[in-house]
């Protein structure tokens, strides 16, 4: 890969580990459903008008609707919302940790529902991963805070969605326009997500300019910028070179949590995070490479805006 896009790359990869203590930092201020409403439906607009500009049209056809909201459903309104919802309860590196496990989930789930073969390697690197994320919850602990529990299991239910929403992308939309599919299931999931903050109450949400940053970044940078920029590398590698390097993210996630809000990494959530992250790099490495994409289409690989 050329040192500019390695780059970039990286630095996709910094952008989306700054966001979850960003994340947790936000929680104090808007309420988790209507955190991540915002957030996404934010980042879907600067997506669309990327779309627009890039397709030269304002909307997709209409056959498209149900698929795009089945998608979104799974990708940003359970993802989205779990995360979200999650990390109000637990640490912001375990939160990374565990979101960054969907890629196992991923992997699982394509050998159950798309008969795909499960090779040595994958199977090693998914015992690995799942050895890891136990390892980084720590389920052992004999007095493990009620809220804490709870926390890592939304979260963990936000990786499962997100995996099975990754083997529904491979599915149904290995020759679409990968650009036009993330804009608009993640324009329909934040808007899914809405009727669910509302119940949650949007009382104790007031516009201060400390929530408006921490919106901007994760709805703008995090949601828009940071998948434009990996989308565009996509569009001249294959996804198995650039989708390694999302490990990378659980690893930011985590020291960002450390330097910025003083979460304290212990032995096993360290351990844990090295494990899992080579698992997902073994599930990744023996994947046969496939082509690049052209004119904004891609193969689906696990991945996407988070």
């Given at each position: 890969m050329?040192?500019?896009d390695?780059?970039?790359?990286?630095?996709?990869?910094l952008?989306w580990?700054l966001?979850?203590?960003?994340?947790?930092?936000?929680?104090?201020?808007?309420p988790?459903?209507l955190?991540?409403?915002?957030?996404?439906?934010?980042?879907?607009?600067?997506?669309y008008?990327w779309?627009?500009?890039?397709?030269?049209?304002?909307?997709?056809?209409?056959?498209?609707?149900?698929?795009?909201?089945?998608?979104?459903?799974?990708?940003?309104?359970?993802?989205?919302g779990?995360?979200?919802?999650?990390?109000?309860?637990?640490n912001?590196s375990l939160?990374?940790?565990?979101?960054?496990?969907?890629?196992?989930?991923?992997t699982l789930?394509?050998?159950?529902?798309?008969?795909?073969?499960?090779?040595?390697?994958?199977?090693?690197?998914?015992?690995l991963?799942?050895?890891?994320?136990v390892?980084?919850?720590?389920?052992?602990?004999?007095?493990?805070?009620?809220k804490?529990?709870?926390?890592?299991?939304?979260?963990?239910?936000?990786?499962?969605s997100?995996?099975?929403?990754?083997?529904?992308?491979?599915?149904?939309?290995?020759?679409?326009?990968?650009l036009e599919?993330?804009?608009?299931?993640?324009l329909?999931?934040?808007?899914?997500?809405?009727?669910?903050?509302?119940l949650?109450?949007?009382g104790?949400?007031?516009?201060t300019?400390?929530?408006?940053?921490?919106?901007?970044?994760?709805g703008?940078?995090?949601?828009?910028?940071?998948?434009?920029?990996?989308?565009?590398?996509?569009a001249?590698y294959?996804?198995?070179?650039?989708?390694?390097?999302?490990f990378l993210?659980?690893?930011?996630g985590?020291f960002f949590?450390h330097?910025?809000?003083?979460?304290?990494?212990?032995?096993?959530?360290?351990?844990?995070?090295?494990?899992?992250?080579?698992?997902?790099?073994?599930?990744?490495?023996?994947?046969a490479?496939?082509?690049?994409?052209?004119?904004g289409?891609?193969p689906?690989?696990?991945?996407?805006?988070?």
């Amino acid at each position: 890969m050329k040192t500019k896009d390695v780059l970039l790359l990286l630095l996709v990869t910094l952008l989306w580990g700054l966001t979850f203590p960003l994340a947790k930092f936000g929680s104090e201020f808007i309420p988790p459903l209507l955190f991540a409403a915002l957030r996404f439906l934010l980042g879907a607009v600067c997506l669309y008008g990327w779309w627009v500009g890039q397709r030269k049209r304002v909307w997709h056809a209409r056959a498209k609707f149900w698929p795009y909201l089945s998608l979104g459903l799974l990708q940003t309104t359970a993802m989205g919302g779990a995360l979200h919802l999650g990390i109000s309860l637990v640490n912001s590196s375990l939160a990374a940790i565990v979101l960054y496990s969907y890629p196992l989930f991923f992997t699982l789930f394509a050998y159950l529902l798309l008969q795909e073969n499960l090779g040595l390697g994958q199977a090693a690197g998914l015992l690995l991963g799942f050895l890891g994320l136990v390892l980084a919850i720590d389920p052992w602990q004999t007095c493990l805070p009620h809220k804490e529990l709870l926390g890592t299991v939304v979260i963990l239910s936000g990786a499962v969605s997100w995996g099975l929403a990754s083997v529904y992308l491979k599915a149904a939309f290995r020759e679409e326009d990968k650009l036009e599919v993330t804009t608009f299931q993640m324009l329909y999931g934040s808007l899914l997500l809405l009727p669910f903050a509302l119940l949650e109450g949007v009382g104790r949400f007031f516009w201060t300019p400390v929530v408006v940053g921490v919106l901007l970044y994760t709805g703008v940078f995090t949601s828009a910028v940071g998948f434009a920029l990996l989308l565009s590398i996509q569009a001249s590698y294959p996804s198995s070179q650039t989708g390694v390097f999302l490990f990378l993210v659980p690893v930011f996630g985590a020291f960002f949590s450390h330097l910025l809000l003083k979460e304290a990494l212990g032995w096993n959530l360290v351990l844990g995070l090295i494990l899992t992250a080579l698992g997902v790099v073994a599930v990744n490495r023996y994947v046969a490479p496939a082509e690049g994409m052209a004119n904004g289409k891609s193969p689906s690989k696990p991945g996407g805006a988070l």
